[in-house]
């Protein structure tokens, strides 16, 4: 039913139409100034563009779109594309994102050719993931994740001299495509059993009927185009290269909005397509679900203990927080409140897209000074950019869960999801890969704060693009650790409209 | 004679199974995307041919996107094949390692 008052259905679509609106004003500035390099214009569009599609998704979240008391979720092109509470908390997620990255850009594009075309595949993938966040069938799902994915490889390979991310661009291009191909093969298996691919026609048929070992392979391979898009093991391989290569904003884009857009993803598929008590004879996710978890979290966070380059360690710690959050599907077992799990699930997937992509950020403005990449080069940091280091140390603190910022409260919720689903395995997993963490972190604090800066140690400019998006970051990350209560209640809400029963 | 349809779920999971060999054992990154096509493929014989099996058409229409979407996907990969070549002098992808795994 329509539920904004005199609005229309579709106009609860505005966010994603207001990101796709902004990528085509930008191809369509660069066909009439291809050789532009007004970067404050170009930024500017891509700004307001993403600032639009939050404004949209805050108004409609505030007025309760989607909401059981609003109408409950809007229904679009028969049922192809729903709009509920989960899917404008995540559409705000990629917008801030975006906007940060944008933001970001701005100094770290500066001088460089083709500006306008990295703006609008970046507004583009940001469509792709807003609409995978209101996907309601395996078609819509499908030409979505592409969406977010084929402007994102070309983003990562977007410094077409830099061997760097020429490679990165490969790899994460080629593991891309297999594992979207695996994932229309899944989706065609489900086909298969049941001749359908809207999200709750296939969970009709599924529960009726006896099931054959179709649907079970289906299943994995549906996990595993997921376990891509999210960068969990067994497809995890392509992060720490992607990240690194990549420009830095874009590595702040993907490991936070892509990874997040994977997730809201899945937590539709599996909890509306293929709820557990219709499929736990075949395949039964939640178990699948904890391994990866564990093994992710695990392989991710040791690997990280290993790496002397900050943006590669950072990469390898953005796969463990995916294997965190994948606590919140492997902990969906019978005894536990599911929309608890969910809800923290959600809340930490919010925590993390500013803590993390402000951690990157500031990897970039390390790049815009020409600062090296190992740990040693950021020794004695904090004696010249004081702010940007107390920034990081901020953002890395919290990552590892430390009572510095939001993700202190986020991670503490999903170790009570896990001990909700009386999972004491991933619980256990949780606390020990966070104190590893700890270790790694710490290291990147200590060479910024304690070493002696190197002689030619020396930083030009404070790039103000730059600052204003780790500034905002920052406050952000700080403010949800007072204000996590709010969030939390508000996910655990939406996720109640996704859980069934 | 009309065949039946499990011949065409055992044909698609052996047109998957080749296209996962080549990924697995080619080199030349051109032939890693056609065995990229030959599994997005096979996901395109299932859904066809049981579209006909379901009588409904979802299927044919979702095979219709997946083909546009396929060569989406190999003209953004042509791009950085493109790219791949005037940086390393090659296209192998076992040759692009600067970073270590």
Redesign the interface.
Known sequence: MNDLGTLPDWAGLAPALALVGTALLLFLYDMIEPDSQNNLLLAGIAGIGSLTALGFAGWFLLAGTGQPDRGGAIELFDGQLVVDAMALFFMAIFASVTLLVVVASYDYLAGRANQAAYYSLVMLAATGMAVMATADSFVTAFISLELASLPSYALVASLKQNQGSVEAGLKYFLVGALSSAIFVYGISLIYVETGVLQFGEVATALASGELSGVVGLGILFIIGGFAFKTASVPFHFWAPEAYEGAPAPISAFLSSASKAAGFVLAFRVFLTALPRGSVEGTLDWVIAFQVLAIVTMTVANFAALRQEKVKRMLAYSSVGHAGFVLIALGALTSEANRSFVLGSGMAHLLVYGFMNTGAFLVIALTEHWGIGREIEDFNGLATQAPFACAALTVFLFSLAGLPLGGGFLSKFYLLLAAIDGEVALLAIALVVNSAVSVFYYTRVVKAMWVEEPADDLAIEGYPSGLYVAITFAVVLTVLLLPGFGFVLEFTSTAAETVVPG | MTVSVEWY?LL?AAV?CV?LFG?LVRQN?LM??MS?EL??N???I??VA?AL??G?L??Q??AL??IG?AA??VA??L???L??N???DDID?TE????R?
């Open positions: 779920l698609s998957f296209g990924i990154a890693f995307l990229v599994m997005l096979a996901g395109n299932n859904l049981f099996y379901w409904n979802t299927g229409v979702f996107f997946l979407i989406a996907e953004v990969g791009g950085i094949i790219v791949l005037r940086n390393f992808v692009a390692t600067t970073m795994w």
